[in-house]
């Protein structure tokens, strides 16, 4: 059984930083793509930033300049490092892997931008 088990979450006032953790565990090996993605109330889920196993990395233009995913293959995990936050970054946050033409989710992990 595969998990993904998002860490990170919580509350920052505006223009803080977080950053978002997800490890991958089970029978999951040779993870394609690993990312973010994101759904605030009231909208669709929507993309963050991914990164392949080769390292390309592809950002909203939302979040282009103030995040950065990086990732680690060897520990199944991807990372997000979020700064200048800004109240509309509030949403739960998801982790997302690509394996075997299969899509795995985390249960979201919830940030809220607010002062």
């Known amino acids: 059984q595969v998990q993904l088990v998002e860490s990170g979450g919580g509350l920052v006032q505006p223009g803080g930083s977080l950053t978002l953790s997800c490890a991958a565990s089970g029978s999951i090996f040779g993870i394609n793509v690993m990312g973010w993605y994101r759904q605030a109330p009231g909208k669709q889920r929507e993309l963050v930033a991914v990164?392949?196993?080769?390292?390309?990395?592809r950002y909203s233009d939302s979040v282009l300049g103030r995040f950065t995913i990086a990732r680690d293959n060897a520990k199944k995990a991807v990372y997000l490092q979020m700064n200048s936050l800004k109240p509309e970054d509030t949403a739960v946050y998801y982790c997302?892997?690509?394996?075997?033409?299969?899509?795995?989710w985390g249960k979201g992990t919830l940030v809220t931008v607010s002062s």
């Open positions: 997302n892997a690509v394996f075997s033409d299969t899509d795995y």
């Open positions: 990164v392949t196993s080769g390292g390309t990395r």
